[in-house]
C-alpha cells in the first residue's frame, strides 16, 4: 500500500513532511517548485533560511527516507 510507504514513523498517519514527500513524488509538477515546497518544509520558523538545527533535521528526515526506499543490500 502506498500510504505505508510514505507512513516513515509507522503511526498510521501522514505528518506534514510525509505528505510533502508524498506530493512531490507523485505529482508531476516543476522541480523547482519541488525543491521550493521541500526547502520550506524544513524551514520550520520560516525566516527564509535553514539553521543548523533545520539542516540536522532535514538530514535525518531524508536519510529515513532513503533507508525506508532504498534500501543498501550487504556487500
Do not use: W
Not at 505529482?27 to 526547502?39: H, I, N, P, R, Y
Not at 524551514?43 to 535525518?60: F, K, M, P, R, T
Amino acid at each position: 500500500m502506498v500510504f505505508r510507504g510514505f507512513d516513515l514513523n509507522g503511526d498510521g498517519k501522514l505528518q506534514y513532511e510525509e505528505y510533502m514527500l508524498y506530493l512531490a513524488a507523485t505529482t508531476e509538477s516543476d522541480m523547482g517548485g519541488q525543491l521550493e515546497a521541500v526547502f520550506k518544509m524544513f524551514d520550520i520558523n520560516d525566516d527564509g533560511v535553514l539553521s543548523v538545527e533545520e539542516l540536522v533535521n532535514a538530514h535525518a528526515f531524508v536519510v529515513k527516507f532513503e533507508l525506508k526506499f532504498y534500501p543498501r543490500r550487504p556487500c
